[in-house]
């Protein structure tokens, strides 16, 4: 049943390419309120694309931009696809080799915004159900198909939208593509997604910023008092010492591991190409264990002071920084804000106070492979694929896996062909046309090994 299935995304690609070409002329930036009607548009041709092969879909409209929902298939497992088909802006625009929203294929890319986050990677599993539908006349199972408008501008209506709809979008398991390979040969199925909290420190000393001779060995400098704070997050070892951090914190297990350090991860390359040369996380951590399975403590920003051009000798009466920590396993993002903040409050010294702003709190996201459905998933992208696919962690956050686990009570299963070269969010963004082609092919392989499970 698969082959002809395959044959037929080959045979089609140039339609499909044109239709994912129609879809980015679309400037359907979430963030900025000129682009609503844009939005609007954007989730009226998903509606009516998945219409065209069989899924009988609607945009749904949210206290935002709508989601689009679709349904189609009987029997076999019950599966859900998310995607967003919103993107970032587009600015500098003075960056951008040619207009971002009429997309331009050069030899082996397709060049345009949302070309790979996320419209390029959504429409890879739209065009595989498209060829199981033409070859078979239907959906190899049970499919519900989600795609929202808002992921890149916080996603607010998405909670709300998932609370209300449980009922409609519960399923027995979540797809995602939204992920990128390991690297250009070797397909990924993530796993484990770190939470994110952030924390903005705002420490006031005196009522006015003064003059350092006048004042300067007398009065409270909050700018010092900052720095002292913060130099004291980790100690000498690399670990963070907010008490009670590292609850909740497993080392992985053995298998997963072993998988790991199958992959022939270059750390030394992977520094060197951001101008570095030598890890600064925990002592004894390999490089991946850092970016995938362990926690941090990083300083986004600061400021305090005379920070224009030239000289001012001022004491300043304010000084403030963002700090974010990225969580794993079973860490509580609220028990962290928490210790985090008594930690800033028993540092302060006479004459200065702090207020804190909080920036978001999830946890991180941990899907089980006991799962049959992820360890035939990864067989799938094998028999794709130059090498054989594995289980990774992701160093970002998806908060909408944990949403998946929370509302609708299931795991969800990552696996997206985007490469780290693809320039999300930034001018020029890309997507590979061989990650466009295997992956319409690498979903419909999954969608054939998850079907036949029954």
Not at 8 to 17: K, N, T
Not at 27 to 37: E, G, L, V
Not at 282 to 289: I, M
Not at 381 to 400: C, M, N, Q, R, Y
């Amino acid at each position: 049943m698969l082959t002809p299935v395959l044959d037929r995304i080959d045979a089609e690609l140039p339609a499909a390419l044109e239709r994912l070409k129609t879809l980015l002329r679309i400037p359907s930036i979430s963030t900025d309120p000129a682009y609503k009607q844009q939005c609007e548009e954007a989730a009226a041709w998903l509606s009516a694309d998945l219409e065209t092969i069989g899924l009988k879909a609607a945009s749904r409209p949210t206290d935002g931009h709508p989601m689009v929902v679709g349904h189609g298939g009987e029997g076999g497992p019950h599966l859900l696809f998310y995607g967003h088909y919103d993107v970032q802006p587009v600015d500098p625009l003075e960056l951008w080799s040619h207009d971002p929203f009429e997309p331009l294929i050069e030899e082996d890319i397709i060049r345009g915004r949302g070309a790979s986050d996320d419209k390029g990677q959504l429409m890879t599993f739209v065009e595989a159900c498209r060829a199981w539908v033409a070859v078979h006349g239907a959906l190899p199972c049970r499919l519900t198909v989600l795609f929202e408008g808002e992921e890149e501008s916080g996603s607010p209506s998405l909670i709300p939208f998932l609370k209300d709809n449980a009922k409609e979008l519960q399923a027995d398991l979540a797809l995602i593509c939204d992920t990128t390979m390991f690297d250009r040969e070797t397909p990924a199925i993530t796993t484990m997604l770190r939470g994110l909290l952030g924390e903005e420190i705002v420490i006031t000393g005196p009522s006015r910023d003064l003059h350092s001779g006048a004042y300067g060995g007398a009065a409270a400098n909050p700018a010092r008092v900052l720095c002292n704070i913060l130099s004291s997050l980790h100690d000498e070892d690399g670990r963070v010492t907010v008490p009670g951090f590292y609850d909740g914190v497993s080392e992985l297990d053995p298998g997963t591991a072993s998988q790991w350090s199958k992959l022939d991860f270059d750390a030394d390359a992977f520094l060197s190409d951001v101008g570095l040369s030598h890890p600064a996380g925990e002592t004894g951590r390999t490089a991946l264990e850092m970016i995938w399975s362990r926690p941090t403590c990083e300083i986004n920003g600061m400021s305090s002071g005379y920070t224009g051009d030239g000289f001012k000798t001022v004491l300043p009466s304010q000084a403030t920084a963002k700090v974010s920590f990225r969580l794993v396993g079973h860490q509580d993002p609220h028990a962290i804000r928490t210790a985090f903040r008594q930690m800033v409050r028993d540092a302060l010294p006479p004459d200065c106070t702090v207020a804190f702003h909080d920036h978001g709190a999830s946890p991180a996201s941990v899907m089980s492979t006991d799962d049959p459905a992820f360890e035939a998933a990864r067989q799938a992208l094998t028999d794709e694929w130059p090498k054989e696919a594995a289980f990774v962690g992701a160093g970002g956050s998806i908060p909408i896996a944990g949403y998946f686990r929370d509302y609708l009570a299931m795991d969800a299963l990552l696996a997206g062909f985007a490469r780290n070269d693809n320039q999300i969010h930034s001018p020029n963004e890309k997507y590979d046309l061989d990650s466009f082609h295997k992956g319409i092919r690498s979903w419909a392989r999954i969608l054939a090994a998850l079907s036949d499970r029954r």
